[in-house]
């Protein structure tokens, strides 16, 4: 039978001192919260109410019962996917997840260099990979991938700064946007800051252009940071609600505002490339990056039956399906899965969920079903799970 999480929140500076105290129905914390985890990563795992376990204890307890044979042998015996949500107050950091090979090598190589899981210079936490998905709750903004680089060339020609210029130059050649980026990040700390004031400079007096207006925004959070130059380089992208993106692993992303559910591979392997006083470890996220512009995919939901499945391209891990509930109808919800209400009130089962509230669904409760009158996502695997 379905069970009721408790959910824990990551407090980070980027994060908003409302939308989840509101969510939540409690009062702010007087923090920025900025991620409301449900699932069973070992960060930050949520606790089954009136248990006291940690879900990936549960989880452990009897993987067979509470995942399923399909899941434990593709996956092994731990949840595989992750749901969040996420308020955006001011921009977080331009970051790139790995490939599971690159996380399990450099979760080793670290792990063999003697740096602890704990410590800020830490890049990789885990041995997984970490593709996500966003769907708007609210209007939202973000960072997708590499823009065009003749556009961004453009740009970057019409400036007086000469190594602004000459990477505009360069962005026409073949090959031109990885070496721009492998410039820009490996430039000494005193180069990149005059490189980097000469582009707020220019973003200041031609404000009115979108790519420098976005550059004047950023600095006000990172007047500094040599990702200002990567932004440059990057496609701004505005989902309304219920627009979904997927974000494979190699794209660099960062999110800039908004409200968002965010589906995910159990992981958290984040690399940073800029946009943030944390470590940054550049080798690593230049090993990382994809180049190609665009990368990030944009996911149309799909209508089936009660709710709508928003499919990501192979990624097992991952089906989300938002779920608009009214009185007298049922909608199927069989384990394993997590369920999330995001508006009025739902029950599974024997529990009822409140706005900002979750259960986790067993695979042994092959007959669950979700009801009430609200808005709903649910987050189970892409396997066929009925063998």
Same mark, same amino acid.
């Given at each position: @039978?379905?069970v009721?999480?408790?959910?824990p929140?990551?407090?980070?500076? $980027?994060?908003?001192?409302?939308? =989840?105290?509101?969510?939540?129905?409690r009062?702010?914390?007087?923090?920025?919260?900025a991620e409301? $985890?449900?699932?069973?990563? *070992?960060g930050?795992p949520?606790t &089954?109410?009136?248990?006291?376990?940690?879900l990936?204890?549960?989880?452990?307890g009897? /993987?067979?019962?509470? !995942?399923?044979?399909a899941?434990?042998?593709?996956?092994?015996?731990?949840?595989?996917? !992750?749901?969040?949500?996420l308020?955006?107050?001011?921009p977080?950091? =331009?970051?790139?997840?790995?490939?599971?090979?690159?996380?399990?090598?450099?979760?080793?190589?670290?792990?063999?260099?003697?740096?602890?899981l704990?410590d *800020?210079?830490?890049?990789?936490?885990?041995?997984?990979?970490k593709?996500?998905?966003?769907v708007? %709750?609210?209007?939202?903004?973000a960072?997708?991938?590499?823009?065009d680089?003749?556009?961004?060339?453009? #740009?970057?020609?019409?400036c007086?700064? /000469?190594?602004?210029?000459?990477a505009?130059a360069v962005?026409?050649?073949a090959?031109?946007l990885?070496?721009?980026?492998?410039? $820009?990040?490996?430039?000494?700390d005193?180069?990149?800051?005059?490189?980097?004031t000469? %582009? #707020?400079?220019?973003?200041?007096?031609?404000?009115?252009?979108?790519r420098?207006?976005?550059?004047?925004?950023?600095?006000?959070?990172?007047?500094?940071?040599r990702?200002?130059?990567?932004?440059?380089?990057?496609? !701004?992208?505005?989902?309304?609600?219920?627009?979904?993106?997927?974000?494979?692993?190699?794209? /660099?992303?960062?999110y800039?505002?908004g409200?968002? #559910?965010?589906?995910?591979?159990?992981s958290?392997?984040?690399?940073?490339?800029? !946009?943030?006083?944390?470590?940054?470890?550049?080798?690593?996220?230049?090993?990382?990056?994809r180049?190609? *512009?665009?990368?990030?995919? @944009?996911v149309?939901p799909k209508?089936?039956?009660?709710?709508?499945?928003?499919? &990501?391209?192979?990624?097992?891990?991952l089906?989300?399906?938002?779920?608009?509930?009214?009185?007298?109808?049922?909608?199927?919800?069989?384990?394993?899965?997590?369920?999330?209400v995001?508006?009025?009130?739902a029950?599974?089962g024997?529990?009822t969920?409140?706005?900002?509230?979750?259960?986790f669904?067993?695979?042994?409760?092959?007959?669950?079903?979700?009801?009430?009158d609200?808005?709903?996502?649910?987050?189970?695997t892409?396997?066929?799970t009925t063998r």
């Amino acid at each position: @039978m379905a069970v009721l999480l408790d959910n824990p929140v990551r407090s980070y500076a $980027w994060g908003s001192p409302t939308v =989840i105290a509101e969510l939540l129905g409690r009062p702010p914390s007087g923090q920025p919260e900025a991620e409301l $985890w449900i699932g069973a990563h *070992p960060g930050s795992p949520s606790t &089954v109410a009136g248990d006291g376990r940690s879900l990936d204890r549960y989880v452990a307890g009897d /993987p067979a019962a509470t !995942l399923g044979a399909a899941v434990v042998e593709r996956f092994g015996p731990r949840l595989p996917f !992750l749901l969040k949500i996420l308020a955006v107050a001011r921009p977080l950091s =331009i970051q790139v997840h790995p490939t599971i090979d690159q996380a399990v090598a450099g979760f080793a190589a670290e792990d063999a260099a003697g740096v602890a899981l704990d410590d *800020p210079r830490r890049s990789y936490r885990d041995r997984n990979h970490k593709p996500e998905m966003v769907v708007a %709750l609210t209007e939202f903004e973000a960072l997708l991938g590499f823009d065009d680089p003749g556009a961004v060339a453009e #740009v970057l020609e019409s400036c007086e700064h /000469p190594d602004l210029v000459g990477a505009g130059a360069v962005l026409r050649t073949a090959g031109g946007l990885e070496r721009v980026v492998r410039r $820009w990040l490996t430039l000494g700390d005193d180069q990149a800051a005059d490189v980097v004031t000469a %582009l #707020v400079a220019e973003a200041s007096a031609r404000r009115d252009d979108p790519r420098f207006g976005l550059v004047t925004r950023l600095a006000q959070d990172y007047p500094h940071d040599r990702g200002l130059l990567l932004a440059l380089l990057m496609r !701004l992208v505005r989902l309304a609600p219920g627009e979904a993106a997927f974000v494979p692993a190699g794209v /660099p992303h960062a999110y800039l505002s908004g409200v968002a #559910v965010e589906p995910q591979a159990s992981s958290d392997n984040t690399l940073r490339a800029g !946009l943030t006083p944390k470590h940054v470890d550049a080798a690593e996220v230049l090993n990382l990056l994809r180049y190609e *512009p665009g990368g990030a995919v @944009m996911v149309t939901p799909k209508p089936a039956g009660g709710e709508e499945l928003y499919p &990501v391209p192979d990624v097992d891990e991952l089906l989300l399906s938002r779920v608009p509930l009214s009185e007298g109808t049922t909608v199927p919800v069989p384990g394993p899965r997590l369920v999330l209400v995001v508006d009025g009130t739902a029950a599974v089962g024997d529990v009822t969920l409140r706005r900002g509230h979750a259960a986790f669904v067993p695979a042994t409760d092959t007959d669950a079903t979700l009801r009430g009158d609200g808005v709903a996502f649910t987050l189970t695997t892409a396997l066929d799970t009925t063998r």
